[in-house]
């Protein structure tokens, strides 16, 4: 049996070898690639504009430009020029970066506003070019699809390669392609080289890092992973980089840090969670600029898009999410139910706290036969219609139909003073008055953070000696402040 097993799946990997084997870019040898280039760069505009939708970009176009050119230029250095390269900043608080199949790379607010300098900017761009320019991913979701031919459950050499193509295209989930500890540790020597080849100090990497590490106890607040769960010890990369350094052989003295300069880029930037985009205080979702309040079901995890709001049932087996819909809600509501595969119930049309509600229960079959019954409502608030479609197994909707209709008629105008007032923290660049440490310029100057966090975005210890002038990141504004349970 073991024998017949062995040389199956040997039959397997030579057939897909024959099919699919190419050369790394990279490392010049032949390695088992199911997905083309082409394949590769519509996997990653489809994952680029899912996460632009769901997450959506830093609202500064002078930014962009300035993160892009970085980016092209390091790109330029890479084995992989000839892609159409993209790069943009994300408009969310957990400190990461991130890169799609095919050259579409991401950095976070977050990360910015961590960072102290062009350097560092440089080594983590470069860095995730790297997978790119290796084909990470590529070789991550070609042993995924080896295995899934090993089990007999599919074919990757398909002509249309259309059920793995829908898998690796679902948005957002790219993100979470695990690279092996090879791949990252490739990735930062790719990264260094890349960035050391465009002229910066790349022991600002080791900055990096170090920064990563203290930062790792501290919470992100932000809709995407850290980046220190989805990469390797930062403290083990820390000794990495600096033995990259000290293997270049090169003198690192008037090589290109930028620190000045990149520091006034973010000036205003908002720091941590930015609640005019809606916020969670528990299950409790409320949003100041529309002003709007609904109450999800106690003991769901939340997440806050920025096409959509959802809660997941604990057990995983429910789900309610509010998006905006087209047109009055008799109009979204006819939309919805004509949709192939959905089959109405019982409709109807009510008030909620003052406000036209359409809806009632559907009925649908998942693509894996799988029998739903939900609740789908729309209501008319403030000029924009708001859909909140809430469904479950049909085997468990008599269970859940009360919860649904619970969180439906939690829908209500956001009266809450403070909650509508409610602005971000934001990063102001000020330069020391005199020469002090960080602990007394926080004193004389003090920001809406710890100071243990200040030191940590400021790539500095609590009492690190600071110049006259010298230019110091201030976190100006308070907290979140805790609202209630308005309504």
């Known amino acids: ?45 489809q994952g680029s504009a899912d996460a632009i939708a769901q997450v959506g970009l830093v609202n500064d176009n002078a930014l962009q430009a300035y993160v892009a050119g970085i980016g092209r230029t390091l790109a330029a250095r890479t084995e992989r020029p000839q892609l159409a390269w993209e790069f943009h900043v994300i408009d969310d608080a957990a400190v990461n970066a991130f890169a799609m199949p095919g050259g579409f790379i991401f ?61 690796a295209s679902a948005g957002v989930g790219l993100l979470f392609l695990k690279y092996s500890r090879d791949d990252e540790t490739q990735a930062d020597q790719l990264g260094f080289r890349y960035a050391l080849a465009d002229g910066y100090d790349t022991r600002e990497m080791i900055s990096m890092f170090t920064m990563l590490e203290r930062d790792a106890a501290l919470s992100g607040g932000g809709k995407l992973p850290e980046w220190q769960s989805t990469h ?84 995983q087996d429910a789900m309610i999410e509010l998006r905006g819909a087209k047109g009055t809600a008799a109009d979204a509501a006819k939309a919805f139910l004509a949709q192939q595969g959905v089959t109405p119930g019982t409709q109807g049309t009510a008030t909620i706290h003052g406000n036209r509600a359409v809806g009632g229960e559907f009925s649908a079959t998942t693509s894996d036969g799988t029998a739903i019954r939900g609740i789908a409502t729309f209501i008319e608030y403030a000029g924009a219609t708001w859909g909140i479609t809430s469904y479950t197994t049909a085997a468990k909707f008599a269970s859940y139909s009360g919860v649904f209709q619970r969180t439906v008629d939690s829908f209500d105008r956001l009266n809450d003073p403070t909650a509508l007032a409610v602005q971000p923290m934001r990063i102001t660049i000020v330069a020391a008055p005199r020469a ?27 009492g690190s000696p600071l110049r006259s002038g010298q230019l110091v990141k201030r976190v100006v504004g308070t907290a979140i402040p805790h609202i209630g349970n308005q309504p």
């Open 232 to 315: 390797p010890d930062p403290g083990n990369r820390i000794k990495d980089a600096q033995a990259m350094v000290a293997r270049s052989g090169r003198s690192m003295s008037g090589l290109k840090v930028a620190g000045d300069a990149f520091l006034r880029r973010l000036e205003g930037m908002a720091y941590g969670e930015n609640p005019r985009n809606g916020f969670f205080q528990g299950t409790l979702f409320l949003q100041p600029d529309l002003k709007f309040v609904l109450q999800f079901p106690s003991g769901w995890k939340t997440q806050n898009a920025s096409d959509a709001v959802t809660g997941v049932s604990d057990s």
């Open 107 to 167: 950095v976070t607010r977050g990360l910015l506003t961590h960072m102290t300098n062009e350097a560092e900017l440089a080594t983590v761009m470069g860095h995730e070019a790297g997978h790119v320019a290796a084909r990470h991913s590529v070789q991550q979701m070609s042993r995924s699809q080896l295995a899934t031919l090993g089990l007999g459950l599919g074919s990757a050499l398909s002509p249309t390669f259309a059920k793995y193509g829908q898998i």
């Open 436 to 462: 002090m440490t960080l602990q007394q310029f926080n004193t004389e100057l003090p920001s809406g953070i710890t100071l243990a966090e200040l030191a940590v975005i400021n790539g500095m210890s609590e």
């Open 1 to 45: 049996m073991r024998h017949n097993v062995r040389h199956a799946r040997l039959g397997v990997l030579a057939l897909a070898c024959a099919a699919g084997c190419a050369t790394n870019p990279v490392s010049g040898k032949q390695e088992l690639a199911l997905v083309s280039e082409s394949q590769e760069i519509a996997m990653g505009k």
